[in-house]
């Protein structure tokens, strides 16, 4: 009888995607199975069924408990400094993003505080962030660049998301982004001279990020810029990611298919046509509703447009100071419901699997012999119980590559009685 | 030097109501302080300021946590049996009421099964939900019988309500519910001569109930059975409570100002009479806005109105098994600054002062000398934070009545390197 690290007993239901991604007649499909042992070795999962004789280092009853493969989040801003909420009450009372800019607001109120951070700073700021959001059962992320806007800042950033990597291995996925916004005393053309001859170049020899994106939108980077951009970053071996028809349709989607870019990500005002080009490409569409909602914004992404196309679709949460101040992942897939009308499938498969892909990871997302062991227990009756109890936590532990490095506890003393 | 019980040492901020009730001009009034100690003796606050030289019991450092009131939430279903996540799914799918009574949904599922379990089995269902709601920061809870139906099964429900109330101390309001929807095989005047002649005195007999609630609604009860319904319970002793214009503007708000009720609660088609009867009147306008959102319904309660007009606005939760499966108390003020529109101040104000008007009770709501020591503290910068930071658990400990009952940890391990 082969040993093995860690047993899971009795697990009450492991929900996993079928396959390593899940579009058109697969987008929904996935296992759900009760009663089931999920055995781990050497961090990855090796075996999986009723009943399994293993002999185990350590073995855990998960009789109350639905194992999940560990969320994944492919899309956030974690690493800045300042905080927006200031901007926030403003936006609840209505003001208008003119009045915000006023006020000290927007994307350049995090530029002004990241720049000002050192790396260390910066550093014990997303500390507790990259641990609560474990907590809610992300297990894996992606972060970008984007709040230093000027060479040394961007490296800056990426140092920080380097040491981050150290810190939670096999965690964290670096993205850079430095057209993520023209700085003041730039132009378009100025900036992404500096961002494709110096900027890019630097990234590339110092290997910081693996993944290059950019913000293509009105008043932000032309598509023009944007297929400057994709070109040199291909040049040098980044895989592509784009911000792309957020707020207005300029063919974001459409770009990001033809230089096979791994994602476009938001998608709020995606055209026919750009549904059309993700649907025949390989090209992950990532959708943002915490995003719309944060923002209190009527239109969310067409996701059933995009399923029904053949599109692969993900979810993550774009984590950020401004436009998204939540992280919780379990949040997301409610909105994904609620909002994208999308079935507990194709959230399951969005938030584990097709966002594996648009991370280029293929060693994880589902709960099968030989990937990596990411999961989480969720303290619920079953798994449709996930999207019914909402706005809270409802992950009990979390397993990163077969260790519980996550237990939700909570300390409860007896009521006084006056 | 007077001796103290416990000693909360220089809270980041303490932020409080400032008067027992807020409406009109003090709607949205409130007091945020820094660098604050509080001071409580047998349960009770007895001093607030700054560097106070109190000999104390227990001192706790405060200083990175910002103080509120425990949170109170005045209205709620939280006792039941079974659980409708199946509906929600179906909802989800689009659903229509009469497809989901037919698959079995709906308020009768929910009657169904507690009617099939017993009081200890009753009673074991609610205890982690209590727990639950604890942890989110709610320290005060209402909760209805009204998925019994008939003398026996309210009484039933009362009756666990009543043993959760000796668990949880000066925690729990009880409100009786009969009329909530009238059971098979009765008429609204043969149920409501049950209701009227049975349970209410039994209710009264027992002391199971110190509110009596209705749900007036087309094909559920008429304004005239509230009428009645709201003669027999004040004749008896019972302070009054509706279920008002929820889904047709039916004067449920007129009604229940008139017999001077204590709240009317939902109101989300309340008419122009009814918020000018409230304004008028100390019956409490009690919004619930995470019913609209789970139920994903565009209208939610016109609280700008209600507030302009004058009226007393409370917050509450609605937790239910079927129309909102949702209990977080910080999510509902973050719904209600960002789809009713409230400021920071009105939602502080009505998650306190004026839901603890909801429920008659003059002792908690304020950090202030002389009213209960039930307080949240927070593990945020500031209070603003708490509408920044949405969709999770904010509150780090719950103290009631001067005693720390709950602390929300969290295990963190090492992260393993492959």
Redesign the interface.
């Known amino acids: 009888m082969k040993k093995c690290d860690l047993l899971l007993k009795n697990c009450r239901e492991v929900v996993t995607p079928l396959y390593d991604t899940a579009r058109g007649a697969e987008a929904g499909l996935f296992n759900c199975t009760s009663n089931t042992d999920i055995s781990i070795t ?2 990855f999962i090796d075996e999986i069924g009723e009943n399994l004789s293993r002999e185990a280092a350590e073995e855990m009853d998960a009789s109350s408990y639905v194992a999940l493969p560990g969320l994944i989040d492919s899309h956030t801003h974690l690493v800045y400094g300042g ?4 901007e ?2 403003l936006r ?3 003001a208008s993003y003119e009045e915000i800019a006023a006020a000290g607001g927007g994307i350049k109120n995090s530029v002004h505080h990241t720049r000002s951070l050192t790396e260390d700073e910066l550093f014990e700021l997303a500390l507790p962030r990259m ?2 959001l ?3 059962g992300t297990t894996t992320v992606e972060i970008k660049s984007g709040y230093g806007l000027d060479t040394e800042n961007e490296l800056k950033m990426l140092r920080v998301i380097r040491r981050l990597r150290k ?5 964290i996925v670096a993205t850079f982004m430095g057209p993520h916004e023209i700085p003041p005393g730039e132009t378009e053309k100025s900036y992404m001279d500096k961002v494709c001859q110096e900027m890019l170049p630097r990234v590339r020899a110092e290997e910081l990020a693996e993944f290059a994106d950019i913000f293509v939108e009105k008043g932000v980077f032309s598509p023009e810029s944007g297929k400057r951009y994709f070109k040199e970053a291909q040049k040098l071996g980044f895989r592509l990611k784009i911000h792309a028809d957020e707020l207005h349709p300029l063919g974001g989607a459409e770009l990001a298919a033809r230089f096979k870019a791994v994602s476009a990500d938001h998608l709020m005002q995606i055209s026919h046509q750009g549904i059309q080009a993700l649907a025949e490409s390989d090209t992950v569409a990532t959708l943002l509703p ?1 995003t719309s ?2 923002l ?1 914004m009527k239109d969310y992404a067409p996701a059933r447009s995009l399923i029904s196309a053949g599109a692969m679709v993900a979810l993550a949460s774009d984590y950020n100071p401004g436009s998204n ?4 992942m379990q ?1 997301v897939m409610n909105l994904a ?2 909002k994208l ?1 999308m ?2 499938g194709e959230i399951i498969n969005a938030v584990t699997v097709n966002a594996a892909h648009a991370l280029s990871l293929s060693d994880r997302g589902r709960i099968a012999p030989g990937k990596r062991a990411d999961l989480i227990l969720l303290d619920i ?2 798994y ?2 996930l ?7 409802n992950v009990a532990k979390v397993i ?19």
Chains 1, 2 share one sequence.
């Open positions: 050497d961090g905080s927006r909420e200031e926030f009450i609840l009372k209505g641990e609560e474990l907590a809610y810190a939670f291995p096999d965690t915490g909602f944060f209190m101040h939540g992280f919780n949040f419901a609620m009308k079935t507990p009756p079953n449709k119980y999207f019914y109890n909402y706005g809270i936590n990163k590559s077969g260790m519980v490095i996550i237990e939700n506890t909570r300390r409860i003393s007896h009521m006084p009685q006056l």
